[in-house]
């Protein structure tokens, strides 16, 4: 229960590697014997992390290219630990050494020093780095390879709002959404919107800015009961995953801050039984999870990304061995906004978290079936 | 990492109880040797949350007394694991047959019914009652006193929104709320608002209808460095604890989702050293909280909590035995919002997260010393 | 990972209590649903370990009534933390203050001294007590019936050595051992070796002297695979929760010290095919376990108990507020040896491991049918 | 506390890897900031439990030489997870297909076959070769520096007993031991017995058979207080580390089986002072631990290994696919004992685990001063 850098219990997987270090990996633990996986398989989702990829991402320029070190065997995975790694390129490292003495607002440095007594390895944010969230993405692959064979599920994240330009998802359906969403850079399934969010971006980038937004994610084909109680509620096991991603500062579930307005006969969503003879509900203001479990509804949740901390404009800080008030410029290939290669990022750890109470629920057995 | 009813690494609490069953209570594992503490340390935390203080909340009449079973010793933790227990009373559990064929909307009835096959304790709720937060209120008491003992740390949470109105506690000093957020009932420094959102409560009651909220929560203190990396980020940790609670649909820090609509100048929070030299941020946008880390300035959160579930309305359910829509009025004693009740389980689950990282991270040591 | 009082994953128990506290109690989380229990069904098993039994045990007068606090509902485990208490009564905490300065060798006086800085609860050896495992034996007595109701194994332990005298268990059929073995007070399935075995203890009772011995432990039925690989092996759990009864000192699977003097071409356990067409060992030196996991044969360990570390001779110990040597008399109501009230903790503690492996490799499923 | 390839809870870490396919390797996470490590540190461990090094041990030829992959940045750790891996090269798989038919006596392939539906990679073992014991000796290497330098801890094994040939460690010093140990290629401190250790192994590997043994380990120095109650005594830790060393069938304590035999009055090791003003005592029955505590006398276990399970000779087993009786072969280059090359894995396994208890006692900081 306590090292910082395992998640999952049932599917776990625990973390390594730095920005500017050699590597950056996982090793999964507890996912059944006898998936197939390929390289190719995870490569498609890294692909969509990717840095440099647009002219709204940083240009760092990195293949990320998987390998599979252990656990998979004639293209199946064996129940042993599957250990993931892409190797680091294309890594600048000598702006890094002067934020030990000049904190950079918004950024991991200031705690960090005070806490690892300036020994962490600082280069390029290190373990700080949203890079790190490329092993999320391998991780996720496999799980959702998992639970797409297994359980048949959708897991699909999508821009809602980005530097306060607003989409309403609920005008497309849901297969529009899956279709369309990495149709555009931005990662928005609204085209129209899409663009302007497109055009905001590259204007603040110009001005030395950043931008924030807002990611939902859905997760279609839940089994009902799916999630445990109290401590590992779906709300539960899905926030403190998501929040390890950097620069997330909010989630909400279902009707969320807007149910909190709302009153109890308009935020209870009605039972109804379905055509096909399943209960459903009316609406869905619950997100699909009551008391911590799946009622069988669409999971929706949203999370806020704060604007990228690295800007190229002049900010204040202090020079730690002075004292002194001081500015400060970033310098370096930074994203403008963080959201749109989040959004891969937040279907890697919905799935991880999902593929983690799938297994713990039963759902999933522990050795999947040869076809 | 995977016992549902268990949370926390060093400082880690199991709990246990039904709504209706015998008892509630907790075990603590890991708190520090040497802690003075009394049961009037717990009873006073858990009377803040006990059900029938007031007109705003429910008026199922429990005593709620402290009994402190093991793990203390000539008034001082021992080392040994606390446990803690309040005795139910007053237990009406009659009118609850019947949601095991008609599931109320908005509650955990009907994926419980479906994930233990009915077998479950449904009286009251069960497991999914809000009573349960009776125990984390009792792991809370200790956790806080330990906290305020150890590292003199002020954790304080209170109403900013209740059914739609809102207050801004920027208007308020800290030692303001701190002093006046439990004076009226439903713990909102702002007393004019507060007025307001009894009257508002006392309305909707009458109508048979619930209102929801959001309740903010500041620590003050916080060592720098305190929290952990990624998964076990300060964000990570108390969301998982938060979202523990019953009817909490979304949680921020700092300047949350209003920050995913700012620009990254706006947002990021510039250094500068306080008179008595400490490093400062001029802003608190990040909550307190940088790369998951303390920055020393106040921890700051929001939590969204639905409206109450249970309401006297009546409502569209579906009757599991036949498949036919039907519908349902909830009868019994309820809290008309849960707000006000859930302020002191908000203070509680922060305290136990915060001590639980303060041990992790060494700034408490594992024996305290005596006075 | 870390929280010493828990034990199991997937079934799990905390435990609590003192020796000369309010009471000794568990908190079991992961139970399965729907399995049928009773408090007679644990106070079966606790009756064998009861103190005052007979006159090779304590003289200590305790009901151990168990009271089922939660979990359990309408006679079936509900799928909560299920929380089991006996109350403590027949206490005589006088004598202990004294060993606060003057440790009892062999005890954990000095090192819980040091550690605890003179706060945890001394009065009858506190959580270092013997006591503590009434709570492993009424978790044990739950995790058994599980595996009888699901598995239909068979988990026995039985007296096979004591002051050295010694009985080779392979005289006597599973049967008969299953049967016998509690029919004496030393519970040695060779009721001539058990005769002698109880004339000794009486003897060195006599003489102020304790005796220790070896009990065996078999589990028949495993289903084959059950076990996980590298640190979740049946030996790895076995001796972790085994190590955690006081007075344990050794533990050997299958052909255990011996078997290091024996070849490979010896030791090594050949296959071959059943009547029934099972695939069976000829011999079962491995104890049952392959790489971790079961092959199917019988599960059998054994577990040397050091004898009783109270003793009513005259022992030298040290004045610790002076540092000069002293001797010391340990008075009170003691066991002149533990084995035969260990016997029901060595089931109990098998039990609950294998009941944990079941779970976690899915042969006992997380909700039972009703019959 | 279910993760099957991970230990430890403060230093932890999970192994990857198995023995044909691409590497071996461990994450390690919760080393403390600040410990100087090279690679050469870990090098000169793997290098006394590399393969092809003696007469007595298997001739695969592996170099066997670690990267440091994350987590050591200008010759520290910083605070990051470590992964280190070794890359396998001299790989001979042809040979191990049959086995999936017809399992080795001895070996896991049996359970394995079923419990992965003969997905599992079979080469060379897989997982459950001893091979993945390379990766317990690098973390050993990381945690034994840390003791070290922050403890001063001296932790070395020794062969005491080889194929029924003994040696009585007693008579040489702690100082002889720790000089002498790796002098010659059974690890045995006693030239003259290691010198008739090394001809029967010889022996027998002529004849195509193997042996077993066992292994002593003493760690000197530990802090009184060390350790945790109850499930994480130092016992319980420790055991359920050594049982994950392939091989392994019985640990035992301080006198352990043999004390089971003595008396109270005999086995009791009573407490004098010693010159220096320390607290000892005169015997160390108790193997250094009481309460499942350090006493502060020197840890001391030992371990039994059966002989190796692949010999020459032809053995019995089943076909599975026919489920007739069978014989068969076991080729390849294999281990005629395990004993040697587990004399490092044993002073590894125990390194980790102290380490791990040393952090969780607060025993060693989270950060280590720079020199």
Redesign the interface.
């Known amino acids: 229960?306590?090292?910082?850098?395992?998640?999952?219990?049932?599917f776990?997987f625990?973390?390594?590697?730095?920005s500017h270090?050699?590597?950056v990996?996982v090793?999964i633990?507890?996912c059944p014997?006898?998936l197939e996986i390929s390289d190719q398989d995870i490569q498609t989702k890294l692909d969509l992390r990717k840095p440099g990829q647009s002219i709204v991402t940083t240009q760092r320029a990195e293949q990320d290219r998987v390998e599979i070190?252990?656990?998979v065997?004639?293209g199946?995975?064996?129940?042993?630990?599957?250990?993931l790694?892409i190797w680091n390129s294309d890594v600048r490292s000598s702006d890094y050494e002067k934020f030990l003495n000049t904190?950079r607002?918004?950024?991991?440095?200031?705690?960090?020093i005070?806490?690892?007594?300036r020994?962490?390895?600082y280069?390029g944010g290190?373990?700080?780095s949203g890079r790190?969230t490329a092993g999320f993405v391998m991780a996720g692959a496999v799980a959702e390879k998992l639970l797409v064979s297994t359980l048949s599920l959708k897991i699909f994240a999508y821009t809602v709002?980005l530097?306060?330009l607003k989409t309403d998802p609920s005008k497309f359906s849901f297969e529009e959404i899956i279709r369309s969403r990495y149709s555009n850079e931005v990662r928005c399934p609204d085209s129209a919107v899409a663009q302007r969010m497109k055009d905001l971006i590259v204007e603040?980038r110009g001005k030395?800015?950043?931008?924030?937004?807002?990611v939902e994610c859905t997760v279609l084909g839940l089994p009902?009961?799916l999630?445990?109680?109290?401590?590992?509620?779906i709300?539960?096991?899905i926030?403190?995953?998501i929040?390890?991603i950097?620069a997330?500062?909010?989630?909400?579930?279902?009707?969320?801050?807007a149910?909190?307005?709302?009153?109890?006969?308009?935020?209870?969503?009605?039972?109804?039984?379905s055509e096909n003879?399943q209960?459903v509900?009316?609406t869905n203001?619950?997100?699909g999870i009551?008391?911590?479990?799946?009622?069988?509804m669409p999971l929706v949740f949203r999370t806020?990304?704060?604007?990228?901390?690295?800007?190229a404009?002049s900010?204040?800080?202090?020079d730690?061995s002075t004292?002194?008030?001081t500015s400060l410029v970033v310098p370096g290939r930074h994203d403008p906004t963080v959201v749109p290669r989040a959004v891969p990022v937040i279907e890697a750890m919905a799935s991880c978290v999902v593929a983690d109470l799938a297994i713990?629920?039963?759902f999933v057995?522990?050795?999947l079936?040869?076809n």
């Open positions: 229960m306590s090292l910082p850098n395992t998640i999952g219990s049932s776990a625990t973390c390594f590697g730095e270090g050699r590597c990996g090793v633990d507890g014997t006898g070190l252990s656990g065997f004639n199946r995975t064996t129940g042993a630990p599957i250990c790694v904190p607002p918004g950024h991991a440095d200031y705690p960090a005070v806490k690892y007594s020994m962490n390895d280069r290190g373990r700080f790190i709002e530097g306060g603040e030395g800015d950043s931008l924030g937004g807002v009902v009961g999630g445990e109680p109290v401590f590992s509620s709300e539960s096991e926030s403190k995953a929040f390890s950097p997330v500062k909010g989630i909400e579930f279902g009707s969320g801050f149910g909190a307005r709302l009153k109890g006969s308009e935020n209870n969503d009605a039972y109804s039984q003879g209960i509900t009316k203001n619950s997100g009551l008391g911590g479990l799946s009622n069988g806020a990304f704060k604007p990228a901390s690295s800007i404009k900010q204040e800080s202090v730690l004292g002194k008030d713990r629920g039963g057995p522990k050795v079936k040869r």
